[in-house]
């Protein structure tokens, strides 16, 4: 999971140096094993502003532009043709890597003569700075960009890479590592929030949703935006995605990308035109059908797949791929948009068998809890009426036959002692818990602990010591002498055996090798 900085300070205070954040990150279980810049090499590239702009006195096409980089003033040849006097540029002094375009490789800005006049430094295309392929003028930055100040500070964000382990879906999300890093540092959390005008008509009178088996969904929910413009998304959101290593697509397709990795709810946007019967069925797929995805590809379906269906057809699969005969284009004007939950290992079987993995599927295989749809929902519906330009409907049309209450979970300070070799006084052990989202209550030596709804991983006591302990430091725990007595271990003779075999030949010289199997035991037994 790419977290960039700039997007996390959105929603967590951050004073702390970014590698001590990842550190602490990484000794509390998510490691946070690369950190570096998104700027790229942009040694000795300023922030300047064009002054003066003069024609070269031997070329027509060329012209001198005088640069004011903050404690100098620099003459450079330029070509370009959108040089505007006032305008903040990327000036790159001599030394600078910049991308050849030419070339296709980095090169290094050494003094140079161009038609009898000597040039001083570089203005700078997006495709010269490795931003993208734009290089048909100069890069023209924001009126308030710092004249003086190194690019990379300005322009340039700090992106952590952090391993995520399978149990923690909620940290495939910005908001998720925004909690993290809150819990760990005692900083202050500022989360979205989702409000925006809705129009009279109720949902329910748009769209009908019907789950045929809970246990594969538990919960589906769908809004409507209508009057929807399709365009490009704002450079801030643009930026974003950018920074987690997605390709910005248009509004709506990035609105989705970007809920999915700020909450980490995985959505999607259907044409509502093209849903027949206006009806939603979340159903295993019937044997014999087929579906194009938005890939191109036509999918043979099989009973164990799970596809989002209208009254006629599948339009989807399941947490992983839209279809195309439902698909957003630059003709929509009306979205309907999912957030669902599903289960994990339906998601990983059709995905893995239809060989069609997505950041969808990634997330939804690793177990996606019903309470994320709602505020994922809310956030990204938000985002379309504002960036889209539409409407939404009243309310949300919602079906959750799958709804389960959270239990709570109670564990007493001597389960600490007991696990850790170290003593937990119940006002601490609340305050970490509370830090990390749970409501708790204590009564002598017990704490109880009602999980928070985008947590499906802590489910017994040993998880809430767990909890504290990395969130208090897994470094603080004290080395001890074990206080019980060591269970009890049954030997096995045919291991033992086969040890003491093993033992004995590499004695002898004998190499031991251990491979795996590259066929399976069917296709061994066809050799007899």
Known sequence: MKVPLKWLKQYVDLNLPIAEVANRLTMSGNEAHLVYSNAGKWDKVYIGQINAVLPHPNADRLHLITVDVGKSQETIVCGAPNLTVGDKIAFAALGAELFDTHTGKNIKLTPAKIRGVVSAGMACSEAELGISQSHEGILILPVDAP??????????????????????????????????????????????????????????????????????????????????????????????????????????????????????????????????????????????????????????????????????????????????????????????????????????????????????????????????????????????????????????????????????????????DRILGKEYACTKIVEILTSLGCECSASGDEVTAFPPYWRGDIKRPVDLVEEVARIDGLDKIPTTLLRCEIPHQSPNLQVAAKTRLSQAMVALGFQETVSYSLVGMSSLTKLN
């Not at 009057?227 to 450079?235: A, D, Q, R, V």
């Not at 397709?253 to 206006?278: A, C, R, W």
């Not at 309310?395 to 001597?414: C, I, L, N, R, S």
């Open 147 to 416: 004249i003086g100040n190194p690019l990379a500070e300005y322009f340039g964000d700090v992106v952590m890479d952090i391993e995520v382990t399978p149990n923690r879906p909620d940290c495939l999300s910005i908001i998720g590592i925004a909690r993290e890093v809150a819990a760990l540092t005692g900083a202050a959390l500022h989360l979205p929030e989702a409000n925006y005008p809705e129009t009279d008509a109720p949902m329910s009178e748009k769209l009908q949703v019907e789950i045929s088996d809970p246990t594969l969904c538990p919960r589906y929910c769908a809004s409507l935006v209508t009057g929807i413009k399709i365009g490009p998304s704002p450079e801030w959101m643009q930026e974003s995605l950018k920074g987690c290593g997605m390709r910005p697509i248009n509004n709506i397709v990035d609105i989705t990308n970007f809920v999915m990795l700020e909450y980490g709810q995985p959505l999607h946007s259907f044409d509502y035109q093209f849903i027949h019967g206006k009806k939603i069925i979340v159903r295993p797929a019937k044997a014999g059908e087929r579906l194009q995805t938005l890939d191109g590809n036509l999918r043979d379906l099989t009973p164990d797949m799970l596809v989002i269906a209208d009254q006629d057809r599948p339009v989807a699969l399941a947490g992983v791929m839209g279809g195309s005969n439902s698909e957003v284009t630059d003709n929509t004007t009306s979205i309907l948009l999912e957030a669902a939950s599903f289960k994990a290992s339906s998601i990983h079987y059709t995905a893995r068998s239809l060989m069609l993995n997505s950041e969808a599927s990634m997330r939804f295989e690793r177990g996606i809890r019903p309470g994320l749809t709602i505020p994922a929902l809310k956030r990204a519906t938000q985002l379309m009426v504002e960036l889209g330009g539409g409407q939404a409907a009243r309310g949300f049309a919602e079906a959750y036959p799958g709804k389960q209450t959270d239990k709570p979970v109670t564990v007493t300070t001597g389960t600490f």
